[in-house]
């Protein structure tokens, strides 16, 4: 079977989806390929593509990223698996926005001389007007004026006065403003351009003196005057600057959805615990002067909460389908700010890593997460999550839950307070200082109860106050 024959059976099946092959069947086209709307990850079932790193006419290898494509969980680059050439990109911008999995994406061929050919080339699902069709159409929009055929605009206030007072009616005027309102600036282009019409004034009726003489006036029933419902209210506005609307990402609409999910579906309540970091902070410099590692503060959180989760383990859990999952491994979602939305990179195994591993292991997610260099394996999952924002001034918040896991902990930034100290035999110590940061743990009360969070940040809060424990 011949691979033009294997492609037009590829396109016939795709046809009864919705796609039309009617141009291949009036010309014949090269040997080619249609690259689909690839599944980047099991959850995923539709793609926007943000950028084209490669263009018609480039040649690609394979592993070479030809597109940037926003999936539900992150940006992701597209790598080609073969070598190829793009002779025709199918969707790109606004028409590239949603496309379900498996949707015709651009043309790739093997030799550079047959991507002429594919100028013209189109399929179904993606077809677009033609060209002329859109000049006529923008040039006939253009010189039509803004005044409409019929109906009758909502004008402001300094609007109508402005028709009126010039003995103009320019209630037929399309309007420029918020909901379709006409402005002052519409009213004054109109009548630059001269398209507004005279105002015509209701004649009152007359009525001749002897017919007025010659008979009593019929009694007419008066009706009672339509209440105003706010609908009828022109309430002014005032211009505060230019809006400028910018759609959300992909991601980011995925993120919008599934929060708002959470917060209504899962019953969340919080512990808060204050937690010295003197001791971290004593072992930190430690570890740098002797043997020039360098470990934070939010790694020492990670480690610590692996050891809380490997202490208290129904807070390692998952909610799925009316049923409590409690899991064996340890992997820690790490919420990562990137300009496209947040992204929880996955630290797996968190209670079996050295704290140094863990130091280059967040680094490195952290890194390819803000390039959009992760693969859907490492961030979709997890069994519990950590978002740290004291390296923006935060000093207390609440997380909302990442289902389906069972638990957040939401870590503030340090400050130093005056704490009032005890002994061992709980005598009192003089005041001091010290440093604490405030943790704040969002559970699911389908699967934590209190009395479970208590016990898990009680652990938190042992492993932050003797860090030497985690070096055993």
Same mark, same amino acid.
């Given at each position: 079977m011949s691979r033009l024959l294997f492609l037009r059976r590829i396109v016939t099946h795709g046809s009864r989806r919705g796609y039309s092959s009617t141009l291949l069947l009036r010309k014949e086209y090269p040997p080619h390929t249609l690259y689909p709307?690839?599944?980047?990850?099991?959850?995923?079932?539709?793609?926007?593509? &943000?950028?084209? #790193?490669?263009?018609?006419?480039?040649?690609? *290898?394979?592993?070479?990223?030809?597109?940037?494509?926003?999936?539900?969980?992150?940006? +992701?680059?597209?790598?080609?698996?073969?070598?190829?050439?793009?002779?025709?990109?199918?969707?790109?911008? *606004?028409?590239?926005?949603?496309?379900?999995?498996?949707?015709?994406?651009? +043309? +790739?061929?093997?030799?550079?001389?047959?991507?002429?050919?594919?100028?013209?080339?189109?399929?179904?699902?993606?077809?677009?007007?033609? =060209?002329?069709?859109? #000049?006529a159409s923008v040039s006939s929009t253009a010189e039509s004026t803004p005044v409409a055929a019929t109906g009758?605009?909502?004008?402001?206030?300094?609007?109508?006065?402005?028709?009126?007072?010039?003995?103009?009616? *320019?209630?037929?005027?399309?309007?420029?403003?918020?909901?379709?309102?006409?402005?002052?600036?519409?009213?004054?282009?109109?009548?630059? @351009?001269?398209s507004l019409p005279k105002l015509v004034k209701a004649a009152a009726p007359t009525v001749s003196a002897p017919a007025a003489l010659s008979a009593p006036a019929p009694s007419v029933a008066v009706a009672p005057p339509k209440p105003m419902t706010l609908a009828d209210l022109i309430l002014p506005t005032v211009e505060t600057g230019i809006e400028e609307d910018i759609p959300n990402t992909k991601m980011r609409k995925i993120i919008a959805q599934r929060l708002t999910e959470s917060k209504r579906e899962v019953p969340h309540f919080y512990t808060t615990h204050e937690v010295e970091l003197d001791a971290i902070m004593k072992l930190r410099k430690k570890l740098a002067n002797d043997h020039e590692i360098k470990i934070s503060v939010n790694?020492?959180?990670?480690?610590?909460?692996?050891? @809380?989760?490997?202490? %208290?383990?129904? +807070?390692?859990? =998952?909610?799925?389908?009316?049923?409590?999952?409690?899991?064996? &491994?340890?992997?820690?979602?790490?919420? %990562?700010?990137?300009?496209?939305?947040?992204?929880?990179?996955?630290?797996?195994?968190?209670?079996?890593?050295?704290?140094?591993?863990?130091?280059?292991? %967040?680094?490195?997610?952290?890194?390819?997460?803000?390039?959009?260099?992760?693969?859907?394996?490492?961030? =979709?999952?997890?069994?519990? #999550?950590? &978002?740290?924002?004291?390296?923006?001034g935060i000093r207390e918040f609440s997380a909302v839950i990442n289902p389906p896991q069972a638990a957040i902990l939401a870590v503030g930034g340090g400050a130093k307070q005056f704490v009032v100290r005890r002994g061992p035999e709980g005598e009192k110590l003089p005041p001091g200082v010290a440093m604490r940061m405030t943790a704040c743990l969002s559970a699911d009360r389908r699967v934590v109860d209190e009395a479970t969070a208590g016990l898990f940040m009680a652990a938190f809060r042992e492993y932050m106050n003797k860090p030497e424990l985690l070096l055993l």
């Open positions: 709307m690839p599944a980047l990850s099991p959850t995923m079932e539709t793609g926007t593509i &943000s950028a084209w #790193s490669k263009g018609v006419g480039d040649e690609f *290898a394979a592993g070479d990223s030809l597109c940037t494509i926003e999936t539900d969980k992150a940006a +992701v680059d597209f790598e080609a698996q073969d070598d190829g050439i793009i002779a025709k990109i199918l969707r790109e911008g *606004a028409n590239a926005i949603d496309m379900p999995v498996g949707t015709p994406i651009c +043309v +790739v061929v093997d030799d550079a001389s047959d991507v002429a050919a594919f100028a013209d080339f189109q399929i179904g699902g993606i077809l677009e007007p033609p =060209q002329e069709a859109v #000049s009758s605009s909502i004008l402001f206030p300094s609007a109508r006065h402005l028709a009126e007072s010039n003995g103009l009616d *320019a209630t037929g005027l399309a309007g420029s403003g918020k909901g379709g309102r006409v402005t002052k600036g519409d009213v004054l282009q109109a009548m630059a @351009a001269g790694d020492f959180v990670l480690k610590c909460s692996a050891m @809380a989760l490997r202490d %208290v383990p129904r +807070v390692n859990a =998952q909610y799925k389908s009316d049923t409590v999952t409690y899991l064996d &491994s340890i992997d820690i979602s790490v919420a %990562v700010a990137t300009p496209t939305g947040l992204i929880t990179p996955i630290l797996f195994g968190a209670d079996k890593l050295g704290l140094s591993q863990v130091t280059s292991t %967040v680094l490195d997610l952290a890194t390819r997460a803000r390039d959009g260099k992760l693969a859907p394996q490492e961030y =979709q999952g997890g069994s519990f #999550s950590v &978002s740290n924002l004291g390296m923006f």
